[in-house]
């Protein structure tokens, strides 16, 4: 990489080189591991002018999202949340018939809600497959991706949107500055975008390193996310930091002509990312030896357990886990297998690490000594849904922040941040 992707400087400093590995949702048949896999350098970089953290694009979003495994409602706390915003962000719209649009909708997931109260709604989904799953559901759901000539089209046959919606796709496009563009086209002169995505200030301070994967090429803080917003007339006036994906934020931005000033709360995130030196090369400079410690940690305990006869499966099989799966050079000789709901993963293989996904079932049957939480960011979700695990004295582990292994009824007692 030798320029930034939003301002053009050159001047780009190393935050984590984690080495080279697949695209994290490329899972494999049975019939493909004796084929070649591609693998692509994963080394995350700093823009020193305007802060924005970046990987180089090295696949393109055709490539991953055309067909996607990722099928967002098989997480019912992610429903619950996506509920959740709906009720509290139609107040915000001052019109008797509202307009929604969301950006990579995936499968309704969240629209669901918005069709449920009447109200006049479109997704914008890239891929074929989980588009259909909302159409499924009586989502009106176009398969396009975003870019300016995109949403003029959508604008011109369905009108301006009251609220856009784009949540976990911001980091998703490496043509930032096409992508707002087209957000600045979709919403009204007098509209909200709101904008959900990880925040960098909890990836740095909590080591949550695997959520670094080549279908993220962007990661934000509020001031980089100001800075690509404004490039489009967008002007952020608000955010709210959720607990989302191990820490998000939300942000919510309206056409400059309309916006006003930043609100008390976005004033305060943008002085703690200061504080933390994510405004300037300091905050950066010691991530990389903090990863090592995990991945050191980690693989001390699966070797560890190996050597003693004991049994590790894995709970989940996301993207984020890829990541941690590659960069710990994890096979199956010391996890066994991983299981998904996703039905979809069900006898794949993950990314790189060739570890089989089954069903969740296998590990009621199997009785493993131990359960790594792959998706560690849903720890109370899953948590509840692995109590059985104490039956047999089980004991669940997770990696992130710092590896942590507890019983299933203490495993939310106190969660370590």
């Known amino acids: 990489m030798t320029n930034c992707r939003l301002c053009g400087s050159a001047g780009m400093a190393s935050v984590v080189d984690l080495g080279a590995t697949p695209p994290c949702e490329r899972f494999l048949t049975a019939a493909q591991l004796d084929e070649p896999e591609a693998t692509y350098p994963l080394h995350l970089r700093v823009c020193t002018e305007c802060w924005l953290a970046q990987l180089p694009p090295l696949i393109t979003p055709e490539e991953t999202f055309t067909e996607y495994a990722y099928f ?13 915003f709906v009720e509290g962000a139609l107040p915000r719209i001052d019109r008797a018939t509202p307009f929604v649009v969301e950006v990579a909708s995936n499968d309704g997931y969240l629209l669901q809600h918005v069709v449920e109260r009447g109200i006049r709604c479109l997704g914008v989904e890239p891929s074929a497959n989980v588009g259909q799953a909302a159409r499924d559901k009586g989502v009106p759901t176009v398969t396009e991706f975003l870019g300016p000539d995109t949403a003029a089209a959508i604008r011109a046959e369905h009108g301006p949107a009251d609220l856009v919606v784009a949540n976990n796709v911001y980091a998703h496009i490496p043509d930032v500055l096409g992508f707002t563009q087209g957000l600045r086209t979709l919403v009204a002169d007098d509209g909200w975008v709101s904008i959900e995505v990880q925040h960098l200030l909890t990836l740095i301070e909590l080591n949550q390193y695997d959520t670094i994967y080549h279908e993220h090429f962007q990661y934000y803080t509020v001031e980089s996310a100001r800075r690509a917003l404004a490039t489009g007339g967008l002007t952020v006036t608000d955010v709210e930091l959720l607990p989302t994906h191990g820490g998000s934020i939300r942000l919510w931005a309206r056409p400059e002509a309309v916006a006003g000033g930043p609100s008390a709360r976005m004033t305060d995130v943008l002085a703690r990312e200061k504080a933390a030196g994510l405004h300037e090369l300091s905050g950066y400079t010691e991530f990389a030896e903090r990863v090592a410690r995990v991945r050191l940690d ?60 089954l069903p969740p079932d296998r590990i009621d049957a199997d009785r493993p000594d131990y359960v790594l939480v792959l998706p560690w960011n849903l720890r109370a979700e899953l948590t509840a849904q692995l109590s059985y695990v104490d039956e047999w004295g089980g004991k669940l582990v997770f990696p992130v922040p710092s590896l942590e292994i507890v019983e299933p009824r203490l495993a939310n007692v106190e969660v370590t941040s």
């Not at 706390?77 to 509920?83: G, I, L, Y």
């Not at 099989?317 to 941690?324: E, H, S």
């Open 72 to 84: 967002s409602s098989f997480s019912t706390s992610w429903v619950e949340h996506a509920r959740r």
């Open 298 to 357: 980690l693989l001390h305990f699966l070797i560890e357990a190996a050597r003693a006869g004991k049994t590790v499966v894995g709970y989940g099989a996301p993207g984020k886990g890829n990541t941690l799966l590659n960069h710990c050079g994890i096979r199956p000789d010391l996890l066994a297998y991983t299981v998904d709901r996703n039905p979809y993963k069900h006898g794949r293989f993950t990314p790189g690490t060739r570890i089989p996904v």
